[in-house]
């Protein structure tokens, strides 16, 4: 029986708002667990309810209904909170502190003591490539810059959990795989980590689990491995110097022309792949490449919200 890190029961959040007291029910009764030692990935449109779980877990709203643990504790437990990383979405800076005051904060509000903050921010700042703007306020920095201060902020307490809602939005390529390298190496160190992202490329190469919402409502939880495919869907083969008399041999449509003058050409499966790529060789076409396509967590991610869509128009008819 694996050790459980998280674990929902019923958990429910319903959004009172305005003059009206209009009701809004922003989590409907989510199950949940969550393993120690996995990356799992939280995934769903805009207004799913991934910012709402993740505040309920950390202890930062109050649920409506149901009921939570984290490391073994009712959810908002003082003592666990030591234990516990979190980059919110939208991060508060104090602008004028520096880059290391700030670290220093937020290292004693979890109460370490100075010598441990002093040896825990040095460890840090040069994994977020930040050791040379430490001493700088932070109403300088960057966006990159911030999202990286935010990322030393939720490790300085090396936290035995870590949840990062969307760490990536409106980062560099750069930036994104700081954060995904870091996240691997807090799996490699045995540290749980929930991941919020709509970066599904990210989700993909580095969640081991994934869990799916949609209008408030945990739709799935599934193994990556089990959401993508292993079967080839299509095959695409990039040709060069291909003539039109040749095309029209090889049957396969015109395909795409890249404007170096190559086409890309795609067939459905590999035994096409091969038949085609030897006539094109005999007709004195070179060949660039050859990738298979599978399917990706995002084409069935796009699948999945479709036909959540689809019912539930049909359900309000
Ligand atoms: N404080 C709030 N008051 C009223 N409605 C809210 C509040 N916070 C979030 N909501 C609503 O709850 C839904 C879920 O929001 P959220 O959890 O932030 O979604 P996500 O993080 O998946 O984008 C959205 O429709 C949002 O408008
Ligand atoms: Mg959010």
Do not use: W
């Not at 991060?91 to 700030?102: G, Q």
């Not at 870590?162 to 691997?184: A, K, N, Q, Y």
Request: proline content about 4%; hydrophobic content about 40%; aromatic content about 6%.
């Amino acid at each position: 029986m694996p050790d459980v890190v998280i674990r929902t029961k019923g958990l429910r959040k319903v959004y009172v708002s305005g003059f009206l007291r209009h009701k809004f029910v922003g989590l409907h009764g989510l199950d949940l667990e969550i393993f120690r030692g996995e990356i799992f990935g939280y995934i769903g449109p805009n207004g799913s309810g991934k910012t709402t779980t993740i505040k309920l877990l950390m202890g930062l709203n109050f649920p409506s209904g149901g009921e939570g643990e984290v490391l073994g504790k009712p959810i908002g437990d003082n003592a666990v909170r030591r234990h516990l990383g979190y980059l919110p979405e939208r991060p508060y800076f104090y602008d004028y502190l520096t880059a290391y005051e700030f670290l220093h904060f937020y290292g004693s509000l979890h109460g370490m003591t100075k010598g441990e903050r002093n040896r825990k921010i040095d460890e840090l700042l040069p994994l977020v490539h930040m050791e040379r703007a430490r001493d700088v306020q932070l109403r300088k920095f960057s966006k990159g810059m911030l999202q990286r201060v935010g990322l030393a902020q939720a490790l300085i307490n090396d936290p035995q959990l870590v949840v990062f809602d969307e760490p990536s939005s409106g980062l560099d390529p750069m930036g994104r795989m700081l954060i995904r390298d870091t996240i691997l190496r807090l799996r490699d160190q045995g540290t749980t980590v929930m991941l919020s992202s709509h970066i599904l490329s990210d989700v993909e190469s580095i969640c081991d689990r994934v869990g799916i919402i949609a209008g408030g409502k945990l739709q799935r939880v599934a193994a990556v491995s089990e959401l993508v495919g292993a079967d080839v869907e299509s095959v695409e083969i990039t040709l060069e110097g291909a003539t039109e008399a040749l095309l029209a041999e090889l049957g396969a449509g015109d395909g795409h022309l890249h404007a170096s003058g190559r086409r890309t050409l795609t067939v459905p499966d590999e035994d096409s792949a091969q038949h085609l790529v030897r006539k094109a060789l005999d007709g004195g076409a070179k060949l660039v490449s050859v990738v298979p396509r599978r399917e990706s967590l995002e084409s069935m991610f796009v699948d999945e919200m479709t036909a959540i869509d689809k019912s539930s128009r049909e359900a309000k008819r």
